[in-house]
């Protein structure tokens, strides 16, 4: 996304604020913030071209004489990261100083995915003023995703329709992602509801891929590789019988809660007393790395494969695969410290669901927790078919 040169901001200016330019003096107003990179990213006039919100400018377009540190680069850059405004928008943060002041300026892409929403709420703008989607709006914006939808779980799932999907699912992950008072005044069919959250295809009348993972009454007749495989070996190797072998299958929600499990049950936890009365208890490994690590296999895995997620959990270490090699701009180089979603609806609902705390921090956050504990950093292996993530426990 190619920056903002300072002659292009002058001219949003002295363009004055529209439904693609925002200005603002405030530093600190997040809400403010979120719901214009909400409206942008959702553009519902559908120019087709980006939006910006001006920080440090004020209603009348003159430069409030704001100074624009890296720490309020790094926070508007952190607004995409926290997970509020659903899913991802893409934007890009630059900073430009001028004789009467610095503006900080976030740019918005429309997004591939809309609507998009900031705490389960769709915002627009029209013209300079900014509010909330109506129904019709928002049908206008799901019609348009239907027409362009690129990543895999977004696309409508082949023979898949309502009755494939558990309604009652579906109503309790949506009471967690619209806001009450939006429910409360629906009055859309259930087609039109899970079509909003990109969960159902109007014009092709199917459930999408991410309708039938996250609702689906069976997601491997449509999806045989939507599952995981978990067994544990004895040893280091898999010439042995193992000790248990579990394939787990289900809704989204159920396999990784499922998963979870079995990691808290099978990870050994030894207790060390020290002056005859402390303990201090150590697992084979961290809880939070096998989770987030596992978590985000289930993320960025390619669906459309037939190979499930595997855990393979040895007595030396733990080995987490998936199908689907690493995506968009991450590389070996950069796999902690960039994201790419091959996957953004699956995402997004990881999210909603809990699983995820924060966009883009997974494996960092495991290989410090992994640290922290004296354990040695995560391995990663990787093509364009296959990555693997590997923990070793702790040497004796």
Known sequence: ????????????????????????????????????ICA????????GSRGALLVGVRKNGSLSGLQVTDALQESLAGLRRDGQIQPLPTLCVTRHRFP?????????????????RYRGRVCIRVGASKGY????????LTERRSSSARSFDAQPCPGATISDLSL????????????????????????????????????????????VLLFGINPRYFLPGAYAHFVQWPGTTVTDSPLSDRPVSGDLRTVVSQVHELMRATNRVAVQRTGGVAERYHPDLPEFALTELFNNAVMHRDYASNAPVRVNWFSDRVEISNPGGLFGEVTAATLESRSGYRNP???????????????????????????????????????????????????A
């Open 100 to 116: 009467d002041g610095d503006v900080a300026v976030v740019a918005v892409e429309p997004s591939i995915l809309p609507p998009v």
């Open 345 to 395: 609806t699956i995402a997004e609902a990881m999210w909603n669901l809990g699983f995820v705390n924060r966009y883009g921090s997974g494996i960092a956050s495991a290989q410090r927790v992994l640290l922290e504990a004296g354990h040695p950093r995560a391995e990663f292996q990787a093509d364009a078919q296959y990555f693997l993530a590997v923990m070793r426990m702790r040497p």
């Open 40 to 47: 942008f990213a959702n553009d519902l006039p559908g120019h």
């Open 168 to 211: 009652r699912i579906f109503d309790d992950y949506r009471a967690t992602v619209i806001a009450q008072e939006v429910i409360s005044a629906n009055h859309r069919s259930i087609e039109e509801q899970l079509a909003a959250l990109r969960f159902f295809d109007l014009r092709q009348r199917m459930a999408t891929h991410a309708g």
């Open 133 to 140: 989607a109506s129904e019709q709006d928002e049908r206008h």
């Open 1 to 36: 996304m190619q920056s903002l040169t300072d002659q292009e901001v002058l001219a949003l200016i002295a363009g004055g604020e529209s439904d693609q330019v925002e200005f603002t003096e405030s530093t600190r107003d997040t809400d403010k913030f979120c719901e214009a």
